[in-house]
């Protein structure tokens, strides 16, 4: 017994499977020829960026941190209940083509902390020290370098106290 029926009710119950209709695609290969391409730069980091908060440093010899700065900074994190995975640590002086702008579009920064970093190198002349701006949406502190604070109970306290709202 053949059953024909053309009801979409009666067609949606009795198929249950989906049906793809397969035609043979010619697909050419098209070149666009782009005569200006924007490059996007490549910054070596230590971290996973996880929360989206960018650690600014200028390092003169290690790769990214110096080890007692990290560990410094690993206890600002867990104070702030965060971990060295939610952070992206940038020593610039391993980068020489970067502003504001690269740095929030490849990190996708939603903060940024510049330790011992002046603000204008990146184009950010408006940002004051020890004080949280608002730029493009990017919550910015710009503050002291570890070794200023290490033995600088004032900047310490300077830096916490924004740090901590950040």
């Excluded at 960018?54 to 867990?78: A, G, M, R």
């Excluded at 702008?101 to 990146?122: E, R, T, W, Y």
């Excluded at 502190?141 to 901590?164: G, H, I, P, V, Y």
Aim: hydrophobic share 45%.
């Amino acid at each position: 017994m053949a059953l024909t029926t053309i009801d979409p009710l009666a067609l949606r119950l009795l198929m249950t499977e989906d049906l793809y209709s397969l035609k043979q695609l010619h697909i050419e290969n098209i070149a666009i020829n782009d005569p200006d391409p924007i490059t996007m730069p490549v910054f070596n980091y230590l971290g996973e960026n996880n929360k989206f908060m960018l650690i600014l440093v200028n390092e003169d010899v290690f790769e990214h941190i110096d080890p007692k700065d990290l560990d410094t900074l690993n206890s600002i994190l867990l104070a702030k209940k965060m971990e060295l995975r939610d952070v992206a640590i940038v020593n610039l002086k391993n980068h020489s083509n970067y502003n504001f702008d690269l740095l929030k579009q490849f990190f996708s920064s939603s903060s940024m902390v510049l330790f011992g970093i002046n603000p204008a190198n990146l184009i950010l002349n408006e940002i004051s020290a020890n004080h949280i701006a608002l730029v493009n949406g990017v919550r910015i502190l710009a503050t002291f370098n570890f070794d200023e604070m290490r033995d600088d109970e004032s900047k310490k306290r300077m830096f916490w106290n924004e740090m901590k709202n950040l």
